[in-house]
């Protein structure tokens, strides 16, 4: 084809209202800011229509604002997912701010007694002392947790128990966890043992205090071992007698199978900041016996172990939730909205 018979060359349309030959089309109207002629108006756009062209005339409804994330799936202390080790810290601190009444009613029913027989004892006789000094640090703390995991557990999943509910609780499981708390006892008393005896041997100085804590990893790390390995499990059927009301066997073997298949590595790392806290506490109370403050070692890990313990109760709740959402899917049962029993 030649070119006379194709015509001048046209530049491309670059004005959708013009036409080949330079007019306007006198329906065009150039896009310019929406209208309103009142609070009730829709928002409507001035769009130039086209030849065989249809094209839309209102402007699309706005989109609801982006909210939730998994703050709409946390109806308590702990999200209704996976726990990773923060949200145990974190939520341990929660449940108890939650509980404050029945946790302070607990405390001093457990811990004034406790303290009262171990100062006998460091007074009566200073090695006694300080083994009975390691096993109230280490084995009280799991009967305040016993005492504790019900109310705590239930202010976790968002189904928070009143004050009169929770000592009815308390009151009613009281024979199934003092099982527990005896089998504790026998268990774990050995480690503690250990480690009093160890403590007694390099204390006997106030200088002795900066030895101990140095050489803790190196003199405590067998029995420390031995006693989160046996604590882990103990813990848990603690929870699992204060929550599900289950005899002893039932608990053990329940609490054996929430901490099985590779929850351990959940459970032991939370057990060693508990005795890490009371370490770091006890040390800093035991320094202040450096600056004439007044105390002893023993007196200040004695002091350490009874501050954090509701600390402790509250990482064996949370580690609780934690074990039955990965395992049963609790979850799913408190979104639907079972009862978390």
Known sequence: MSSDSAGPWVPPNIDPAATPDGTVDPEWRPVGPTAFTGPDDEPVAHIPSLPGVDLPTRLPEPQPEVTGGLDAHKPG???????GFLDIISGSVGVIRGNLGIVAVVWACVWIPVVAVVVAGLIAD????????????????????GMLAAPMTATAVGRPLSFRESAAVLRSRMLPRLTVDL???????????????????????AT?????????PVFYAVPLALYLLLSSPIL?????????????GASIRRALVLTGRGLVHQLVPIGLA???????????LGFSRLFGLGGTPMISMLVAAAVLSPVVAGFAAL??????????GLDVELLAGDDAR
Do not use: K
Request: no cysteine.
């Open 319 to 328: 580690a609780y939730v934690d074990a039955r959402i990965r395992q049963e």
């Open 236 to 248: 848990m059927a603690q929870t699992v007698v204060a929550v599900e009301g289950a005899p002893l």
């Open 183 to 205: 089998t504790a006892l026998a268990v774990l008393a050995a480690p503690a043992i250990v480690v009093g005896l160890l403590i007694s041997g390099i204390t006997r100085t």
């Open 126 to 145: 200073a090695e006694l002392g300080r083994i009975l000094v390691m096993v109230a640090a280490l084995v009280v703390p799991v009967v305040v947790t």
């Open 77 to 83: 202390v702990a999200p209704l997912r996976p726990l």
């Open 208 to 216: 002795a205090v900066i030895i101990a804590v140095v050489a803790l």
């Open 274 to 284: 508990a005795v890490m806290f009371s370490a770091v506490g006890s040390a800093v």
